[in-house]
């Protein structure tokens, strides 16, 4: 039950009753109160969280790395994570390093460390929601797309027109209208152009050509090719639409699971979330349905939990559920997020 974005920024919608953030363990205690107007998950031992608007970054005890400074922050990734700062024109001081001035409305884009340290800033920039592989994507004052390392250094210089991060030793990266794949030193992968592309998952991309799109492998070979859409490819499967119905299918693009579903998850630990008749529930990699469809709300298992909501409408009818769908942490919570690192991010009302 986590915002779709990456990058957090403080526009969340507040409920109407009262309510707070903190994180639960595995057992459903509090570990760190719910004193934050919203969070996300930890990440490297950090999660984001949004006081007053701000946001700041706390460890997996509850104490402060940063205390919230910023208008938006991205995950930690690699021991890095994005922010942005919108300053007016005084200089402005803050985790022990001074911000120069920028006029009104601009913004300071930068990288911290997990020690909270800004190891890059500068002005009129944007880049991606987190690095991978070593690089992450920045598009420029003149808004060319090139990739930087974890110090702000070019490692590929900005020559196109938009970029995806890199996956699997390869990137997607615009020019004009035409999209290709590049490799770490820039060269173009194979000669295939795309009209869209996304990152490699599991070894595959989804791209769009001619009208038709499909996955291609990392030599560029078109392995799914037709007018389908797809989801994302999670444990050697992915999901489809026809008709308006989802299914799955697998990595040779053989129906696994016949389209049924009016919503398809991806697979994680074996089991994927799906929606039929308004509700959701888990089903198998062979379509078995392992958990019924009773859920106003799901999301898929991680570390063998999975974060529902409860049909009705008492205010705290979120919790957590196993496998065999038996309640773990029974629903006690307004919202929760799925665990990572041991922890959640549950939303209580006061």
């Known amino acids: 039950m986590n915002n779709p974005s990456n990058i957090h920024g403080s526009d969340k919608m507040l409920p109407t009753v009262k309510t707070k953030w903190g994180f639960i363990d595995r057992k ?38 940063l205390y919230p400074a910023f208008d938006e922050i991205c995950d930690f990734s690699e021991g890095m994570a994005r922010f942005r ?20 409305r601009d913004a300071m884009t930068g990288i911290i460390d997990a020690t909270g340290k800004i190891v890059f800033q500068t002005s009129g920039i944007d880049m991606g929601y987190r690095f991978s592989e070593g690089v992450n994507w920045l598009r420029d004052q003149q808004r060319k797309y090139g990739f930087i390392d974890h110090f702000g250094h070019y490692v590929i210089k900005p020559d196109f027109d938009d970029a995806k991060l890199f996956s699997d030793g390869l990137a997607g990266v615009r020019i004009d209208s035409e999209w290709k794949y590049i490799d770490r030193a820039g060269t173009q992968a194979f000669q295939l152009i795309f009209e869209q592309v996304t990152p490699f998952q599991d070894g595959l991309a989804w791209v769009r050509l001619r009208a038709k799109s499909g996955y291609i492998d990392k030599t560029g070979n078109m392995i799914i090719y037709s007018r389908l859409y797809y989801g994302d490819f999670s444990e050697g499967k992915c999901s489809f639409e026809r008709n308006g119905q989802w299914g799955y299918m697998d990595r040779s693009g053989r129906e696994i699971v016949a389209p049924q579903y009016a919503y398809a998850g991806s697979f994680s630990e074996g089991m994927a979330c799906v929606k039929i008749n308004g ?39 979120a919790g957590y559920i196993n496998t065999g769908g038996e309640w773990v942490v029974p629903p006690s919570f307004s919202w929760v997020q799925r665990f990572t690192e041991d922890l959640a991010a549950v939303e209580v009302a006061l």
Request: proline residues 7%; without cysteine; aromatic residues 16%.
């Open 279 to 317: 509700l959701y529930g888990f089903i198998d990699a062979n379509g078995n349905r392992i958990i019924p469809p009773v859920y106003a709300y799901a999301e898929k298992f991680s570390s063998g939990l999975a974060p529902v909501l409860t049909v009705g409408d008492k205010p705290d009818r």
């Open 85 to 104: 700062l919108i300053m007016d024109e005084k200089k402005v001081s803050y985790a022990g390093h001074t911000v120069e001035p920028v006029f009104y």
């Open 28 to 65: 459903g205690n509090i570990v760190i109160e719910p004193v934050f107007d919203y969070t996300y998950p930890f990440s490297e031992g950090f999660a984001g969280v949004l006081m007053n608007g701000q946001w700041g970054f706390v460890r997996s005890d509850g104490t402060w790395l």
